[in-house]
């Protein structure tokens, strides 16, 4: 039983102000079916809204089986008690007429059942045409008939069981035989339910009703008892508002996100590229030059790395002198570096026109001990010849790449005669023995880290032809190699120590090595300490110096960085607000079928979920495409690096502008009446 007393409703404000409904006192009974009549804007829909708890009403009370309806309980009775079949039908047209009509169970928390959902096809009389159930079922609303709408509107109302039907100007946009059928459909439906509507077709429902009600300027001019309904309708179940199954909640995200696809698309596509420039500078400001040659070392296997520290003092530099506790305290083993000679290898040759003048120089050597493991006796040599470290002050050792030039030369340089003599070198054995700069070759070895393997493989004739080498080439070759020593003993006091590098092991991880390197930046006070690995592609870093160049950069960079974390949340702002804004009718639509403000909310997140994914994936596909482009075509090493930190930052980062947007965007949805957020 409905129970109206003194229910007034008023809209506008007290300059405008306009009294829909004055005071209005009725008793409904359980069932039967009750016609509102009367002209446009006599109150007949502001009345239905109230009634159906889509609207509240400005002061009176409305009872419900003896229960006072408060604004607190409307998504519990619109779930539970009430359903209403607006005007515009308000069917969900990116949904299939099954996954319209499953939505109710999500509403009312039951499984869905499509058994159920045939059935109360049937008592409104669809499908109408000799089609199957399954093929009108899997049909979009815009693929029916005005009254087949209306039909599939009342079976989505059906579903729920409600204690009371509501339906508002049901049959305006249908023809005479439409609406007759319909008259009889709402008929037999009120012998289990109280069924309540408006329209101005009185002619074919005065004749199913069983009371009839007219309304004019807010007022009950007339009330007709045609007959008296006794019988009583089951008890409708106590539900709390619903919310749609995870599964029905991303086909409407992606389905609504998709309808306005030209909008969403380009408003989409700038927020990625603003994004996808917030990532490169935040790669710039968080690589350092010497990370991104350590990663390069770790990828080509290489194990050891040449150091150089250089410390500033205002605006002068100065190279540091290395010293043994500065790898001590990290536990880093490191050899010493020395001057071997003044002359370059293809002044000992003399074949100034050939290519490989640029290739081994062996100006400096390296003092290596027994426990030296990066070279590898050399596989050319016989089994019986003797090929050791050096051991002796006189004595040094080469590489199999200064062995092939030696052995391709037509003269070598003997400085002991100081003269170039002729060379008939029948095979690498032949060296063994020979005098170069004063020191006895003993040994021929092969590179097993740091090599010029890669370039050999490329140019493998370089020794017997002069190449022209090409900007790859010069840059890789002005890199740091072990090729380009030679290696004397410990105790070799010929040449000066190169206090200021060495070489030394690397620990195999990016913390520890970083750490290592870092550890020379807090040496003194008001001096800056630049610590700089030497490796093979370090001869890249020249073309990518002004990247790492911090003295101006950094701070540009720090500024373009602000600026585009505000021009992301500008663009953020206008995406996640017109999403949720394009959805409000049909969050409205759901609301109006018992959906929960929990429910609304999550829905709302499930958007933000989506569309910040979406942009997550493109903006971390499009930055990693682009730093493997650029690390392959121009810079040769990985420059641009996308780290582990970067990734979670990034996803934080747009999950928290979608989300804190999605719900500010969401909360006046949420607070506002259902019948407002429909209309709007």
């Known amino acids: 039983m409905i129970k109206v007393q003194d229910l007034v409703k008023v809209y506008g404000d007290k300059r405008r102000r306009f009294e829909a409904l004055k005071g209005l006192n009725f008793v409904l009974p359980d069932t039967g079916l009750v016609l509102l009549s009367g002209k446009s804007g006599s109150g007949k829909t502001t009345l239905l809204n109230i009634l159906g708890g889509l609207d509240c009403q400005t002061s009176g009370d409305l009872y419900v089986n003896n229960k006072k309806i408060e604004k607190k309980d409307l998504d519990s009775y619109r779930n539970s008690f009430s359903s209403f079949v607006f005007q515009d039908l308000n069917l969900i047209d990116n949904f299939t007429i099954l996954e319209n009509l499953e939505i109710t169970f999500d509403l009312i928390r039951e499984k869905p059942n499509k058994d ?41 109302a059906l579903l729920k069981n409600p204690s009371l039907l509501i339906l508002d100007e049901p049959t305006s946009a249908l023809d005479k035989d439409n609406s007759i059928q319909i008259g009889e459909i709402l008929k037999e439906v009120s012998k289990n339910c109280l069924v309540i509507l408006s329209s101005h077709n009185t002619k074919v429902f005065s004749s199913y009703a069983d009371r009839i009600i007219e309304l004019n300027k807010g007022e009950i001019v007339n009330d007709e008892i045609i007959n008296i309904s006794d019988s009583k309708c089951a008890e409708s179940k106590n539900r709390k508002g619903g919310k749609l199954s995870f599964k029905n909640t991303i086909k409407l995200v992606f389905r609504s996100i998709w309808k306005k696809k030209k909008r969403l698309i380009s408003t989409l596509i700038l927020n990625i590229v603003a994004l996808f420039c917030l990532s490169l500078c935040y790669q710039l400001l968080t690589t350092p030059q010497s990370e991104a040659l350590l990663r390069t070392q770790y990828r080509s296997g290489n194990k050891t790395a040449f150091l ?48 490989y003048s640029r290739v081994v120089t062996n100006y400096n050597a390296i003092k290596i001990d027994s426990d030296f493991k990066y070279l590898k006796r050399y596989d050319q040599l016989k089994p019986e010849t003797e090929c050791r470290y050096p051991i002796n002050d006189n004595e040094v050792a080469i590489t199999d790449l200064t062995a092939k030039i030696i052995m391709n030369s037509h003269q070598f340089y ?63 070759l002005s890199g740091e190699y072990l090729s380009n020593y030679v290696f004397v003993s410990p105790t070799y006091s010929k040449g ?106 999550l829905l709302s997140c499930a958007f933000c979920l989506a569309l910040s994914l979406i942009q997550y994936m493109v903006v971390l596909f499009a930055v990693t495409i682009f730093d493997y482009s650029m690390d392959g075509l121009f810079f040769y090493y990985p420059a641009l690096v996308i780290k582990l930190d970067f990734v979670f930052a990034l996803l934080f980062l747009i999950l928290i502008y979608g989300l804190v947007i999605s719900l500010l965007s969401t909360a006046k949805t949420i607070k506002q009446k259902a019948i407002k957020t429909i209309n709007n």
């Open 116 to 156: 159920r959902v045939i059935e109360v096809l049937k008592e409104v009389n669809l499908p109408d045409t000799n089609i199957e159930s399954s093929d009108f079922l899997s049909r979009f609303p815009k693929e029916l008939s005005g009254g087949q709408r209306q039909r599939v509107a009342i079976a989505r």
């Open 414 to 476: 003997d400085s002991k005669s100081r003269i170039y003599e002729e060379t008939n070198f029948k095979c690498p054995d032949d060296l063994i023995g020979l005098n170069y700069n004063g020191c006895k070759i003993v040994g021929i070895y092969t590179v097993l880290d740091n090599s010029l393997d890669s370039f050999l493989s490329e140019h493998p004739k370089f020794i017997d032809e002069k190449i022209e080498f090409d900007k790859h080439d010069t840059s890789y």
């Open 308 to 355: 150089e520290v250089y410390k500033y003092i205002g605006n002068y530099g100065f190279k540091y002198d290395l010293s043994d506790d500065d790898f001590k305290k990290s536990d880093i083993k490191k050899w010493s570096i020395c001057k071997f000679s003044n002359q370059a290898l293809i002044e000992y040759v003399n074949e100034k026109g050939k290519s």
């Open 496 to 601: 000066e120590n190169i206090s200021s590098k060495a070489l030394y092991e690397l620990k195999g991880n990016l913390i520890d090595d970083m750490n290592f390197l870092n550890s020379f930046k807090n040496k003194e006070k008001g001096v800056v300490y630049v610590a700089n690995i030497l490796c093979p592609m370090s001869g890249f870093s020249n073309e990518v110096n002004y990247l790492y160049d911090i003295s101006f950069q950094k701070e540009a960079l720090m500024y373009i960085c602000y600026s585009l974390l505000a021009l992301i949340l500008l663009i953020s702002i206008l995406l996640f607000h017109s999403v949720i804004k394009n959805t409000e009718h049909i969050i409205g639509i759901l609301k109006a079928l018992g959906c929960s403000k929990n429910g609304i909310i």
